[in-house]
């Protein structure tokens, strides 16, 4: 085990914030992590994956592990089905590409969503009309201060909006090391009514839909809307998009009628916090180097020299805008490591 001490985290983060942690650790296989949990006071680490989803506010006084675990691994195939186990470490969007190139389908809307596989059912990832949890069967995970090897299946998972046990009952203590997908090689459930696809794949020439052109849109739209994170640091989507009552909805449709929205069920409408943001203002803004993004509200960035704690001020800022205007509190998809 290789432990770096005052360890710039600033390409480990998809913000590009020059934060320092007092130790580093890579961990590269299980028999590594379990190794290292072993030295180290298992209470005072901080799990890193693609460090897509996290805001760093200041310097990390324990030790950062880095889940670096590799591999792809087929448990079971049928002619129409397919069993997957993929470690952890597996850059999310390099995976949802291995798998359209072998045409296996079910999370193709979820291309390139930054990250790591092995943070996907943390979050419980989605974009589009599909949610990680639609293809998700279990996953593998090891108890950070027992070393205790325990399988979470999609019910024990407890999977809600941007939300699942890793976030609530267990959260910080379980390091997820494998993730198994269920997808589809025939039939496949082509999700095309959510968003922009349909436009795009117009725009694509594109009549008769497969997974191929589908992931191929939704690229297209992403890096329309959103930054490369390689060029200006940021984490996606920085808000969760709000649900609220079809009995409030109605209400705010009187006062804005072009508001848009999806509706989830006869008493639920989830509504763009991108367009509530984009009402409010912000779009385009900056304070000093931290901003939202000119294209996409939605996204907070680091234009530079930015610390985390002014990107926080700035989404707490936005977060008392939304609830004095829309009366609808904005929670925060991102988390916020202080």
Known sequence: MNIERDFSLKNYNTFGLDVKAKQFVSVKTEKDLTQSLQQVYASEILVLGGGSNMLLTQDIDKTVFHIDLKGKKVLNETDESVLLKVAAGENWHDFVMWCVERNYGGIE?????????????????????????????????????????????????????????????????????????????????????????????????????????????????????????????????????????TKFFKKLQQQYPEIPFYKLSSTEIKVPAGWLIEQAGFKGIKRGDAGVHKRQALVLVNYGTATGEEILALAKEIQQTIQDKFNILLEMEVNIIS
């Open 109 to 245: 809307n979820l291309a390139l969503i930054p990250g790591n596989v092995g943070t996907s059912p943390i979050q419980n990832i989605g974009a589009y009309g599909v949610e990680l949890k639609d293809v998700f069967v279990e996953c593998e995970a090891i108890h950070i201060q027992s070393l205790e090897q325990r399988i979470f299946t999609k019910k024990e998972c407890d999977f809600g909006y941007r939300n699942s046990i890793f976030k609530s009952k267990v959260k910080g203590q379980y390091i997820i090391t494998s993730v198994v997908f269920e997808l589809s090689k025939k039939n496949h459930t082509l999700k095309t009514d959510y968003g922009a696809i349909l436009k795009q794949l117009e725009k694509q020439d594109v009549s008769t839909p497969t997974i191929k052109s589908i992931a191929e849109a939704v690229i297209a739209i992403r890096q329309e809307k959103l930054p490369n994170p390689s060029e200006i640091g940021n984490s996606g989507s920085f808000f969760k998009n709000p649900i609220i009552s």
